[in-house]
């Protein structure tokens, strides 16, 4: 397999780093939110394992007035990492933005949406400044704002990379039309446009199937997040309900996690997994995924046995309107 897959005009591993763990905690892990030391080790850890892209958000913070609570870790973690000068040149970092919060308002909810040009610029503004960076490798939107038209927001977005904020832009949680209409505006990644789709996507929810095949039709990086089904799927995975998943990597010698990796990197040429991770065994475990080999009987084994999708999640039922 490949050790390194096109992120529009970057090259990076095909497995990165999701963040977003380190400041978000659950109820097992709390204390990692009292010691940022720890969490930069974790990234440390990634980057000194070889892993080029790190995932992160604005909204990515354990209470409403700590925004940003994830940037700076990233940002710090980045900047004391003892890589040389030619392997921090490598690395990227991709963050979000597009989602307020107001005063009590908790991410298990459903958070404000704000797309205006003004909103956007002073968002990636506020990031840029928290990661310590004058210019955002890649910039993603979070989530649409239904109050405003699609194009007219996909718009909004494409004036941070004309402006210099931002090397490169994405989207995030978005449909096929949606993503089409985003290509026929901005271009493809070789024009400029869409570099890349950061869409939910594993065993147990594959409702994104007809954006990964536009993402590899124009050669747009597709991020699946949670990639291994999220919080407590991860132990359902484990524990054999997929049991062609369990059954397999027991076969191979390798962690389920690590093989639901290989699952995604070996069916879509243009995915790069992005694993949330809160201990570095986690993250060094998804890395492996790289060097397991899956057949095609293998593949089509594992995809008879993933469970039907679950509904679309509720905060995406709602879209914008399209420009008449």
């Known amino acids: ?191 400029g446009g869409v570099v890349s789709v950061q869409n939910e996507f594993s065993p147990r929810y594959r409702l994104s199937a007809d954006v990964i095949d536009i993402c590899t039709e124009f050669g747009i990086a597709f991020l699946p997040w949670s990639p291994l089904g999220g919080g407590s799927n991860f132990e359902k995975l484990a524990s054999g309900e997929f049991s062609a998943f369990d059954r397999l990597a027991k076969s191979k010698g390798v962690s389920v996690y690590a093989l639901t990796v290989a699952w995604h990197l070996t069916q879509f040429p243009t995915s790069i997994p992005i694993p949330g991770a809160s201990k570095p065994a986690s993250i060094l475990d998804s890395f492996t995924g790289l060097d397991i080999q899956l057949s095609d009987a293998e593949i089509a084994e594992l995809n008879a046995s993933c469970p039907p999708n679950g509904p679309i999640a509720s905060e995406l039922v709602e879209q914008p309107p399209f420009r008449s």
């Open 1 to 191: 397999m490949t050790k390194t897959r096109t992120l529009g005009p970057y090259e990076v591993t095909p497995v990165g780093l999701g963040c977003m763990p380190l400041s978000m905690a659950n109820d097992r892990n709390m204390w990692i939110l009292d010691d940022p030391d720890y969490a930069i080790g974790v990234i440390h850890a990634a980057l000194d394992a070889g892993v080029q892209l790190l995932d992160t958000a604005d909204i990515y913070a354990p209470a409403w007035n700590k925004m940003g609570h994830n940037e700076r870790i990233v940002g710090e973690a980045f900047r004391t990492w003892r890589g040389t000068p030619e392997q921090k040149l490598k690395i990227v970092i991709a963050t979000k933005g597009g989602i307020t919060r107001a005063k009590g308002d908790n991410w298990w909810g459903i958070p404000g949406r704000n797309a205006t040009k003004h909103y956007l610029c002073r968002a990636v503004e506020a990031s840029a400044a928290k990661m310590g960076l004058t210019k955002i490798p890649l910039w993603q939107h979070h989530r649409l704002d239904t109050s405003i038209t699609f194009e007219e927001q996909f718009e909004n977005v494409l004036t941070l990379k004309e402006h210099g904020y931002v090397g490169a832009i994405g989207l995030s949680n978005v449909n096929a039309e949606q993503l089409r209409r985003a290509i026929k505006i901005g271009g493809t990644p070789t024009q």
